[in-house]
């Protein structure tokens, strides 16, 4: 999507590596966010960062850690990664979430396969 | 926390037909709701977005409703075709920036 990169695309990792995926924006949004999306479970909430340096938890972050020293960045590290964090992990970024006019937009997805 | 459902999890029409996909939240108090397409393999397209003061929300064959008492909004596709066929979410935000998403209609149109 315009505006919003994520890399890699597709990695495969194995068991017990530290891997760190980036997302980065052009649109100078202020809030970013992590999901993972698997069969059955739908889009779940990693981390999200509301500022430079001001990050929060979502319902699926242990195992995640999450950094943005940037406000076009964020990364989003698997500390030890392992089977079960094998999944699509998509960014959004959103100007105002909480407002009415506040819009979604997703970047195009990292596949990764811890092996 | 906020719930949403969207039902029916499938959906498969003949070409050309109208269509209504459902979507219903337990907590009343958005501030707007989206409508995504996620194509296999791909990410989210934000299709409409219906602000909680709006009732409606239309983009070409696309209309969009909220109904916040309800807790319910609805997506309505006029002469459905093939390149219709894709996974379909909506999505709420929370008072807490956070937004929460149903798990998704897979549409497909048969030519």
């Known amino acids: 999507d315009a505006g919003i990169t994520q890399s890699p695309r597709h990695k495969v990792t194995e068991t017990g590596t530290p891997v760190t995926l980036r997302c980065h924006q052009t649109?100078?949004?202020?809030?970013m966010y992590w999901y993972r999306q698997d069969p059955g479970h739908g889009l779940r909430l990693i981390h999200y960062?509301?500022?430079?340096?001001?990050?929060d938890k979502g319902e699926v972050s242990d195992g995640y850690s999450v950094s943005r020293s940037k406000t076009e960045d964020f990364l989003l590290t698997l500390e030890s990664a392992t089977s079960s964090q094998t999944s699509v992990y998509f960014c959004?970024?959103?100007?105002?979430?909480?407002?009415?006019?506040?819009?979604?937009?997703f970047g195009s997805g990292t596949r990764l396969t811890v092996v | 926390k906020q719930e949403v459902t969207q039902i029916p999890a499938a959906l498969s029409v003949p070409e050309g037909e109208n269509l209504v996909l459902n979507c219903s939240f337990t907590?009343?108090?958005?501030?707007?709701l989206q409508w995504f397409r996620q194509d296999p393999g791909k990410g989210l397209t934000s299709l409409l977005l219906?602000?909680?003061?709006?009732r409606e929300q239309t983009s070409g064959r696309l209309n969009a409703s909220l109904d916040k008492s309800s807790g319910r909004s609805t997506l309505y596709i006029a002469a459905s075709q093939p390149g219709d066929s894709a996974t379909y979410l909506c999505?709420?935000?929370?008072?807490?920036?956070?937004?929460?998403f149903g798990t998704g209609t897979s549409l497909t149109v048969i030519p």
């Open positions: 959004a970024i959103s100007e105002a979430p909480g407002q009415v006019f506040g819009r979604y937009t």
């Open positions: 999505a709420v935000p929370n008072t807490g920036n956070q937004f929460y």
């Open positions: 649109e100078n949004h202020r809030y």
């Open positions: 219906i602000q909680s003061s709006q």
């Open positions: 960062s509301y500022g430079v340096k001001d990050t």
């Open positions: 907590d009343s108090a958005i501030y707007n």
